[in-house]
C-alpha cells in the first residue's frame, strides 16, 4: 500500500487565493482525519470524517475553512481566501476503526505571502 | 475535552544518555494514550500506544512508557538514546467517548554525537 497520499507536497500562494489541499487515504480505511501543524500551537485536530461523513468540525478556525469527502478515497481541505496566518504544515491522517491505526500523510507545507 | 501537557519543549542529550519525556493528560474517564515520533522532514509515525493491560509499554526502537493512572501521566523512555533519535516527540490522548486523538505540542530531541 502506498499510504496516505497528500499534494501538493509545497504550495505557496498569495494572500486573498484560493487553496486546495489533497487526501488519499489508505484503501479500506473508514476514517479520516485533517491537522495543521505550526510551531505556536503544535498539532490541531481541524476536522475528520467516519465513512466519509463529517463527524467533528469544531477544530476548523473560519469559515474560510471548508473539508469535504466526497467517497472514501478522496478528501480536500479548502481554504478562500487565504491569508498568512494560514502558514503551517496540513496533514492528513487515516485509520481503519477509530484511532488505534492513524496512519499519516507527509503533509502539505503551505505558504501564504 | 481532554487536553496533553508536555514538560519540556527542547532536550539536547549525549549518546548512550538515558530519556525520560513527561506527559500528562486531563481527562476524568477511560483514555487511549499514544506516543508519535517525528524525524526531520518526515511524517508522524505511532512509536507505541497504551489501551488496556499492562501500563508498561514497549515500542519501536527500544522505547518504552508508563500510564500512572493516578498521575495522568504516560512518560516516554528510553534507556540509551543514538543520535537517530533526534526528532520530535508528540504525546497523545483519545478518550473512549469519539474518535480523535489530541496531541501535545511536542518535545523537540536532539542528540549529541
Known amino acids: 500500500d502506498a499510504g496516505v497520499i497528500q499534494s501538493p507536497r509545497h504550495e505557496v500562494t498569495e494572500m486573498g487565493q484560493e487553496v486546495t489541499l489533497r487526501c488519499k487515504p489508505i484503501?479500506?480505511?473508514?476514517?479520516l482525519f485533517w491537522y495543521r501543524q505550526t510551531m505556536m500551537r503544535g498539532l490541531e485536530l481541524l476536522i475528520y470524517?467516519?465513512?466519509?461523513?463529517?463527524?467533528?468540525d469544531s477544530g476548523m478556525p473560519e469559515d474560510r475553512f471548508s473539508a469535504k469527502m466526497p467517497n472514501a478515497s478522496f478528501s480536500t481541505l479548502k481554504i478562500q481566501p487565504s491569508e498568512p496566518r494560514d502558514s503551517a504544515v496540513y496533514f492528513c491522517?487515516?485509520?481503519?476503526?477509530?484511532?488505534?491505526?492513524?496512519?499519516f500523510g507527509s503533509g502539505t507545507r503551505l505558504t501564504v505571502v | 475535552a481532554q487536553s496533553v501537557s508536555q514538560h519540556n519543549h527542547h532536550v539536547i542529550l549525549s549518546e548512550a544518555a538515558s530519556l525520560e519525556l513527561g506527559c500528562n493528560y486531563s481527562y476524568g474517564g477511560t483514555v487511549n494514550l499514544f506516543w508519535y515520533v517525528q524525524y526531520p522532514g518526515q511524517h508522524l509515525q505511532l512509536l507505541l500506544k497504551?489501551?488496556?493491560?499492562?501500563?508498561l509499554v514497549k515500542g519501536i526502537k527500544g522505547f518504552e512508557a508508563e500510564f500512572i493512572k493516578s498521575k495522568f501521566s504516560f512518560n516516554l523512555r528510553k534507556p540509551s538514546v543514538q543520535w537517530s533519535d533526534t526528532a520530535e516527540y508528540f504525546c497523545?490522548?483519545?478518550?473512549?467517548?469519539?474518535?480523535?486523538?489530541?496531541f501535545g505540542k511536542g518535545t523537540r530531541l536532539h542528540i549529541l554525537p
Open positions: 491522517a487515516s485509520s481503519f476503526q477509530g484511532p488505534s491505526g492513524y496512519t
Open positions: 484503501s479500506g480505511h473508514d476514517y
Open positions: 470524517f467516519n465513512n466519509n461523513v463529517p463527524i467533528d
Open positions: 497504551y489501551f488496556s493491560g499492562d501500563p
Open positions: 497523545a490522548v483519545n478518550s473512549n467517548r469519539d474518535d480523535k486523538i489530541i
